[in-house]
């Protein structure tokens, strides 16, 4: 089965695992990136560039399914079609629900081109049943999270589980409860697939309850419903619905969200993960810190950037802050 | 102490914002304005009108088409092009430095790093609404919404989806017709036919200045400073659909002495250049170059139709050069080089703009093949401090060589 190597969870993987394409989400790898260097500058969003390290590098036959989340990404399309052309969709992605037809039609444009790939059309019930899988996927995902919001799973374990979820080359096992006395903290970033910051929450022994992060808490919040009619409705619809990430439109939306969740969690702290130039988390950063300390909710920022390994003074701020509660 | 650094001292102690604010300095100032160029006077009337609030305040992103603004009646205030003032005026510093103390980070782009600083140091005038499209930068998109929250006002984005297809172009259609009634509610002011014929016949003649223009840096040798076009690019986004649109471009036609000296290189602009005071245009001048045209100021759109506005504007937002993917760019990079009889291409890469310089390889390699030499100078159109003069003096020199 080809991989369809994916970059942001506004992209229905239901589609691809229709047309039987492997969706893996392409995660960041810390390291220097001498390939993807010939191709994007070095001030362009260190997640883009590592993807794009990573994509020269395979050996296998994929698809890029890419959704136009931010320049970095265009810009990364454009590199990937110089290299792999023919097999790089980029997916429009409108920043409300109010736009979801237009989003439904775009579907409908990723579906031809995955036909066209396939050379066949999808046969009825193809997508309800792709469909259905994501969605048990997605509710075994939802019994973590009740845990993990309860402090009961390590940093790591939560890692790996949402590494496996966004691979659909894995399966879900069973996740061990782990009950632990420590800090609990909730992480607001982009991507975060360094597991060296993972072992450092470990460490610091943190209880991960809750988390803002692109691949995260809030795909388990994606409900999709299903339709006798279109079947590409319900999934442009659950996929605008869900809780907005910083380059949508309904921010107001997501600040009230995001402070409601902090809140009833009743972290020790939060810890804020922005990508090195990704210029939308970077927009939301003095509203954010303005909304914590209004509050007086403990945070640090702990700037992420895939060409350097996590810093020591990682773990030294993290514990400075967590000294100011 | 000298006129600039007395205006500096202005700016920095608060003071110059009350006068900004006071009407008295508008009547002093218009017993001088008969003599001044069209420019000074379209600048001052914007000025007057945003800062007394004679008219509803629009605060708007460089690319959203401004007919709209002027038929309802608003006038555009463009903070990526004030940004561009403030720097031409050597004041960028302080401003910059207030939004990054206020947690906007020195990896954002400066034009809009600085329209934040001038936001929270209250050098703006109050808007009414804030409105900007997601084309050409997401930057754009967030620093508005930033803006427009921190003025508590209604912020109205245009998405600019793809290519420009018949589905790109009606959804375009449909935001800016929901845009306008919305706006038409919230002014108590509806558009009539008479104001479109008005904005968009406006924006017509000023397109027509355009191409005469055009024509001429054709000319070998050139006789339009390139240094100029790619000073007055705000100046044509923001004049659009106003009376002063053709009299400012027809002003400027006009004082372009058509017997130019002659010119030792031929070069074709990428992106915008530095605004603040640096060495690069007159260097580039003694070494007889001439920029015989830029992307920005060569953004032309089709003629507006003002039975169909929304259309005609969708039009005209989807005739720029950055959507879609980066091969759209590069063919109308070869074509205007072409046109030009351009030697070689310069990309200043703007260092916190992701959508051009993100490109600037990709394009370096796809004119390579053309037979077309690029030069990528890393820089910031904005803020002074990223300036490396000597390097990039050494980076010209070397191009220059090649050619």
Redesign the interface.
Known sequence: MSKALWNCSYLPLELPLAFEFMPVRMTGKTGTTPRADRFLPVNLCSYARSFLEESLLMKDESVFLLADCCDSVRRLADALEHEFPGKVFLLFLPRSQDNWEFFREELRRLQGFLSQLKGTSLKDGQILEATEIVAQRRERFREWEALKREGLIRPLDYFHALQALNDFSQDLEPVKVSPSGGAKVFLLGTNLDDEEVWEIFEELELRIVGDDLCYGEKQGEISCGFSRGDPLEPLALSYLSRPPCPRMRNLEERFSDLLQKIEERKVDGVLLFPTKYCDSFFYDLPLLHDMLRERGIPFVVLEQDYSQRPAEQLRTRIEAMLEKK | MNLGNFVQAKLQDGSAIRLLRSPWIYRFLSLFLRSQSPSVRFSFHLARDAYLKRKPVAFTSLFFPTELVYALGMVPFPLEVIAALISSMGMAVPFLKKAEE????Q???SFHRLGMGLALQDYLPQPDVVLSL?SL???S???F??VS?LFKVPHF?I?V??NGGK?DQE?VVRQLKRTRMELEALLERKIKKSDWEDSLGYSNSLREELLKIYELQAHVPCPVSGEAALGNVGLIFTCAGSRWGPELISAWRKSIRENASSENYRLFWLHLRPYYPAPIFAFLKERGVSIVGDELSNYIWPRLDPKNPELSLSSKIYANFGLG???NRIDNIVRLVRERKAQGVVNF?H??C??S??????LKEALKEKGIPCLILDGDCVDPRELNWEQMRTRIEGFLEIL
């Open positions: 206020e947690w906007y980070s990896d954002l782009c997601t930068c997401d930057g998109h967030r620093f919404y930033n929250r984005l998405e989806p793809g589905k959804y993917p980066i091969k890469s260092r916190g992701r959508q310089t993100g490109g600037a390889f990709l």
